[in-house]
DNA sequence: TTTAGCACTCGAAGGTGTTAACTGCTAAAC
DNA sequence: GTTTAGCAGTTAACACCTTCGAGTGCTAAA
């Protein structure tokens, strides 16, 4: 649809944009893009251009800028591999080569790492509770009135959390939930420790609802939390020239702050690897003025968790997917290679 | 050593100021504060006031805006008590009384009551790991490689950590490392776990150093970890007129994005309930424009941790006090009363 | 001791002119 | 037919004023 040159001089835009942030004028790009034609070609390539929808213009006397459709076409077509600097590499390995404990630790590596080398903000959300199995559940009783849980799932993720309760329980009562639930859930989707299961404990334990409805209360609050929601880079944006309006970056810290919305703009559903959302692209409205690069971060084809960086539009798209791309294959030649991840194989009960 | 007046016209200086954020004239305290002298007199007052130091003033003609040491003399003899609203106290009340699991949620909770009621920033730590005594330990297996350990103190905190091993342990290792630990740290502080008792490990127990490095390394790890750190309401910064400049809001910003100073700030050591360092007082140089109210948060005379907020000088100081109080007070009710947070008395183990 | 009155200072706001960086268009050159 | 030099037109940004209002400090009278 585009001719050679007009691809030329769209991608020259855009890159010169990326690095300005200002309007792009014809001659800056006749001079710096070794584009073989006078300013005044190219001023008739970028009128077609922004008749065409590719670009933008703030003012009547002013240089141009990429509209959404343009950024689109860019992503799609234009973009360049950027090779990551020695450095950058040396870095990212340093970072995820660190010994860590759990998924969580390595997610919130991960993003710190992402954030520090693009300079952007970045999210990061765990696997979503409805795709992981539990592989098992253990009980911990803590003095008279307190328990813990844990429930292990086939994601190799660890949840935890404490349950309190008005009346003394024992350590039979605790060995006859473990038994219930692991009997019962082993296998299972994490919902579904649910109403009916619940109701189905009433039944068949002897246990008051004293007992039955905190666990289960406290296990469903536990499963729900966003609490595996990861954020970095907050401050960066400050640096970006878009964000020298105050209005812009209240806006702007608002918004990250909504973890609703994050957490929807993480929602990718089963989608390929790299996902972009280009402004208006974006399903909500606050997010217009940004895009967003997602990742899925998968251990065999399980589903560990989203990691994603928001930021302006002209965003360094080439930078951040190979970043994306060489983060992503570094987390699985870890994971294969030295199995720090591999699922608890057949893990023994205490007899 | 002020006389009357001078205290008076200074309360209404500093009242007015701190209400909206531009340096008061003469002019309209003689109005709105019903102080019964002409401006030109207040006027005469007011060059006094500054020549001893308790005010400033930005230029020749403009006028006059509270020095530290006036803010100072303020917080020492000036403060009326603020009585809280009605439904101030319904918002602190039902919040507070929700049902929590552990006392990191409950200091989460307070910090964000804090932040919405005062639309200051909020920060939080738990208790000082190092006045802190071992009550239990627990390891649960977890896989065959795989190990948690749970922490339980005297304050009541109950931390976890995941610890993973190069080879396989057994329940039988994880008996005797259970029974040691308990052993030999049961009512010691947590710093206990430390190199001297890994070496004794080493010399008592016949397993490698492989099992007890990791689980040494990941305990102290644990116990030094700043993760009970919690801050709220960073974006309210955005609200305030001081912050109307870029450049401090991201000064802000970046300055409670470090933990470190953050937590040097609400390190206060043995010092009374409450704590206010104005400005200057402020032994960090960043915070000189700042203000930070702290305090204490105790079950019995067991530290819990403690809750500050920090914002600009002209701060609403009777409305944070009155408020820290409140809920100081509510929670002191709360634990008492309800026994929510007894330690766990007792605990017993598994046979 | 208090206060009215006044000269003085200063920042904020708004208007004006200039400049520089663009564009679009036309007509000539290739 | 395509390219380009050249030029008029547009616009934002900036520096420079002026004006205005809100203050103060000081003096002299009450």
Not at 20 to 32: D, L, T, Y
Not at 178 to 187: A, C, D, P, T
Request: proline share 3%; aromatic share 8%; hydrophobic share 35%.
């Amino acid at each position: 649809m585009l001719n050679e040159r007009k691809k030329r001089i769209l991608q020259a835009i855009i890159d010169e944009y990326i690095n300005s942030a200002e309007p792009v004028s014809s001659g800056s790009i006749a001079k710096k893009y070794g584009l073989n034609f006078s300013s005044a070609t190219i001023r008739n390539e970028m009128a077609e251009l922004e008749t065409a929808g590719y670009l933008d213009k703030p003012h009547t006397s002013s240089g141009r800028v990429p509209s959404d459709k343009g950024y689109r076409f860019y992503v799609n077509e234009l973009l360049k591999d950027d090779n990551l600097s020695l450095e950058e590499i040396k870095y990212i390995q340093s970072k995820l080569e660190m010994k860590v404990n759990n998924i969580e630790e390595l997610t919130k590596i991960t993003t710190n790492t992402l954030s520090e080398i693009t300079h952007y903000t970045t999210v990061a959300v765990g696997p979503n509770p409805n795709v992981q199995t539990i592989e098992e559940i253990k009980f911990i009783l803590l003095g008279t009135r307190m328990l813990m849980a844990v429930i292990l799932t086939d994601s190799g993720l660890v949840k935890e959390t404490i349950i309190k309760f008005d009346d003394d329980i024992n350590q039979e009562q605790v060995d006859t939930l473990s038994y219930m639930f692991n009997n019962k859930l082993k296998g299972k989707p994490l919902e579904a420790i649910d109403q009916p299961f619940e109701e189905y404990l009433f039944r068949e334990m002897k246990y008051s609802v004293k007992v039955i409805r905190p666990i289960i209360e406290q296990m469903k609050k536990l499963i729900n939390d966003e609490k595996d929601f990861y954020l970095e880079g907050t401050n960066k944006v400050f640096d970006l020239p878009e964000f020298k309006s105050l209005e812009l970056a209240k806006k702007f810290i608002n918004l990250i702050d909504e973890k609703d919305i994050m957490l929807d703009l993480l929602d990718t559903g089963f989608a390929q690897d790299i996902n972009i959302y280009i402004g208006d692209e974006n399903d909500n409205d606050q997010l217009k003025d940004f895009s967003i690069v997602t990742f899925k971060h998968r251990i065999g084809n399980k589903d560990v968790g989203t990691i994603g960086i928001i930021g302006p539009k002209r965003m360094n798209y080439s930078k951040v997917i190979s970043v994306m791309k060489y983060i992503n294959r570094k987390l699985n030649d870890n994971q294969t290679n030295e199995e720090n991840f591999e699922q608890p194989e057949e893990p023994k009960e205490e007899s």
